[in-house]
């Protein structure tokens, strides 16, 4: 005697495996690429950057120089050839803070009135009044491809 699923089983599997079809694939669709290329790099260094989620790690980044658990910390060689970093992230808001070490210290030189020696930057672009920007200022949306093109500056840069 042959065992035939009734349509009510038939439709329970079907509905089953489709479910977890799409719920599979959203779960994929939650990441998403960001390219962050670097522009007015004078020679290759170490660059040093943190890629942060929320306003209490960027400014433990960015204030105290140090790592937050809520960033993603990174140091890579970077060249004039190729000034870009990818990363694979989860949608939300980031914010991004970078320098560039060129003398192999691990940290960002600073004059004697605390002013940025080496190349600095933040996503967006943004520059603040007198110290670093605000998460505010500099965070942006991952909720697909994105990209953030990120000019170096040194010392304390003029207001446009």
Same mark, same amino acid.
């Given at each position: 005697m042959k065992n035939y699923l009734s349509n009510y089983e038939r439709f329970f599997w079907i509905s089953l495996i489709l479910s977890s079809l799409i719920f599979t694939t959203k779960s994929f669709s939650e990441e998403a690429n960001l390219k962050i290329n670097i522009s007015n790099l004078e020679k290759?260094?170490?660059?040093?950057?943190?890629?942060?989620? !929320?306003?209490?790690?960027?400014? =433990?980044?960015? #204030?105290?120089?140090? =790592?937050? #658990?809520t960033c993603i910390n990174s140091a890579e060689e970077i060249d004039l050839k190729n000034p870009?970093?990818?990363?694979?992230l989860h949608h939300g808001e980031y914010a991004i803070t970078l320098f560039v070490d060129f003398n192999g210290n691990k940290e960002m030189d600073k004059n004697f009135l605390g002013i940025p020696k080496e190349p600095y930057g933040?996503?967006?672009n943004v520059i603040g009044k007198m110290s670093a920007p605000p998460f !505010?200022?500099? =965070?942006?949306l991952v909720a697909g491809p994105t990209m953030q093109?990120?000019?170096l500056r040194i010392g304390i840069p003029k207001q446009d």
């Open positions: 290759p260094g170490v660059l040093y950057f943190s890629i942060c989620r !929320d306003q209490a790690g960027f400014e =433990k980044t960015v #204030k105290g120089e140090a =790592k937050a #658990k870009e970093i990818n990363f694979i933040f996503s967006n !505010d200022q500099a =965070k942006f093109n990120i000019e």
